[in-house]
């Protein structure tokens, strides 16, 4: 069953994109030749009941052998599937130290919160966890009820007040520059 | 002496009222009707096919959706609200709070569908090839934005000017939303950036953990039942092809689907329940009831998706 330990199982599940990939080229075999010592370093991990992970189905090795299999297929643009997973997050790294003006919401109970940034520091990069009952990924941009919870109706009025800030900032940057030129002509 | 009459010019000029601030704080909220949805309107914007290549520039056609009733164009922002990985129809109705931030800054909603999801198709029927898909990438998705934005305000459509921009996008487009205010800071004044997945995970098992933690605010038994409802399946898939195949076509489509894809529809009904709000109610069904109960009431709640999109050979035929 789950333990309350970090899951050891893995919780790749068969996407689409791998299913197709997998059929589509049949050459998956190659990946299947292991390092025996590596295999056998795996083993332990690889024969445990696949009930380790909560919503891991299918037999584990099986899974292994695909995501092995998987990650020396081109799966896009950019090369392998590690290949990409780095340079994403390049990317987003680099741009943490460039950011600016950017608001985040997450919700607690969203599985997809992990993949987002949940906390910031900084004034123009802001991020907030919502907390409330039955929310939904994407819970923000629903149409307001009045029925709403209380930490998501705060969450919108933070949004509604930072880009009010935002715009008004954006107006008064305008005003400034146009008085500028003004002045400039009339030097 | 210039410098000081300078200086005080630029007092008096900051601190004036202006309209255009003022106009912000002053609108009245009212509750948004449904007028916001039936006022959209759909055009078609001419897009280029590949931007990376440099050498020629075709053209298709992309859909895009205009709500302009709030807007005023001396003082309001433009929404660009980003579709992403399905067809798009515009705001949708039960996601309208870009609605209700456009009405309490008189602001405009653009919303731009992404390539190759519904009509915004580069290369007609022919889009979906494995050589025609490489142009299906985020990045291309970013500058078919970046190349809106910009063709919008050359042609001030919309009495759009100098006006500012704000992107805001929920999970795919909610990244999308992020990374477009990093790559093009020129364009957007700001991003809005719903449960956005920026970071890349490889293997990603706190997905699976939060499923478990987020069904236990129920109590033990919900997880517990979702889990055993995983292996059920698991061991009548692969007890006998015939009892496999006598599973699967309960469901409409469902002998169709391979034992591992029907296996990720199953999982992912649970997942799906639980990620859009509904998992007090799942789990209130399964309260008090024995395993083989709760099994039922799992089935008829996955009997409610469909298992066509998980289905490799229902997506080919």
Not at chain 1, 31 to 41: A, E, G, Q
């Amino acid at each position: 069953m789950f333990t309350s330990t970090a899951p050891t199982g893995s919780g790749t599940r068969p996407s689409l994109s791998n299913v197709f990939a997998i059929q589509r080229d049949q050459k998956c075999g190659a990946p299947l030749v292991l390092p025996v010592l590596h295999l056998i370093r795996l083993l332990p991990d690889l024969l445990r009941p696949s009930s380790h992970a909560f919503l891991q189905t299918g037999p584990r090795l099986l899974q292994e052998v695909l995501r092995r299999c998987l990650r020396g297929r081109n799966l896009g643009e950019g090369g392998d599937q590690e290949h990409g997973v780095r340079r994403t997050l390049r990317q987003v790294h680099q741009h943490h130290l460039l950011q600016r003006r950017r608001r985040y919401a997450s919700v607690d109970i969203d599985p997809w919160r992990w993949a987002s940034l949940q906390h910031t520091e900084n004034r123009d990069l802001v991020a907030r966890v919502i907390d409330c009952p039955n929310c939904a990924h994407c819970v923000d941009l629903y149409t307001p009820e009045f029925s709403d919870a209380d930490s998501l109706k705060k969450a919108r009025d933070e949004q509604y007040l930072t880009i009010s800030e935002w715009i008004a900032n954006y107006w008064q940057e305008v005003s400034r520059n146009n008085l500028e030129k003004l002045l400039l002509q009339e030097i | 002496m210039k410098l000081i009459f300078l200086l005080a010019l630029l007092l008096v000029v900051l601190a004036r009222d202006d309209p255009k601030y003022d106009a912000l704080y002053r609108t009245p909220t009212q509750p948004l009707t449904n007028s916001f949805i039936d006022a959209q309107e759909m055009h078609w914007f001419s897009q280029i096919v590949d931007h990376y290549d440099y050498r020629q520039e075709q053209r298709f056609n992309q859909r895009y959706w205009v709500v302009d009733e709030y807007f005023n164009p001396r003082s309001g922002p433009v929404y660009l609200y980003i579709c992403g990985e399905w067809i798009c129809s515009g705001v949708p109705e039960l996601r309208t709070w870009v609605g209700v931030l456009a009405q309490k800054t008189q602001g405009l909603v653009l919303v731009l569908e992404h390539r190759f999801y519904g009509d915004s198709l580069p290369f007609g029927k022919q889009s979906f090839t494995l050589e025609n898909m490489r142009l299906l990438n985020s990045e291309q998705a970013l500058r078919d934005l970046a190349f809106f934005i910009e063709e919008i305000k050359s042609t001030q459509a919309y009495g759009i000017t100098n006006n500012p921009w704000v992107s805001v996008g929920g999970s795919y487009p909610g990244a999308l939303s992020a990374w477009f205010r990093i790559k093009y800071p020129h364009l957007v004044i700001g991003s809005l950036a719903s449960s956005a997945v920026v970071l890349a995970v490889e293997d990603f098992k706190d997905f699976d953990e939060q499923i478990y933690l987020s069904s236990a605010r129920s109590g033990d038994f919900c997880w517990q039942a979702l889990n055993a409802s995983n292996h059920r399946v698991e061991s009548i898939l692969y007890s006998s092809p015939e009892a496999a195949l006598e599973f699967k076509s309960q469901f409409p489509g469902g002998m169709k689907l391979t034992n591992d894809e029907f296996l990720f529809f199953w999982a992912d009904s649970n997942v799906l329940t639980v990620q859009y709000g509904g998992r007090t109610a799942i789990c209130q069904q399964l309260a008090a009831k024995n395993e083989d109960e709760q099994f039922e009431v799992i089935k008829q709640n996955a009997l409610n998706f469909d298992v066509y999109e998980y289905s490799s050979y229902w997506l080919r035929n």
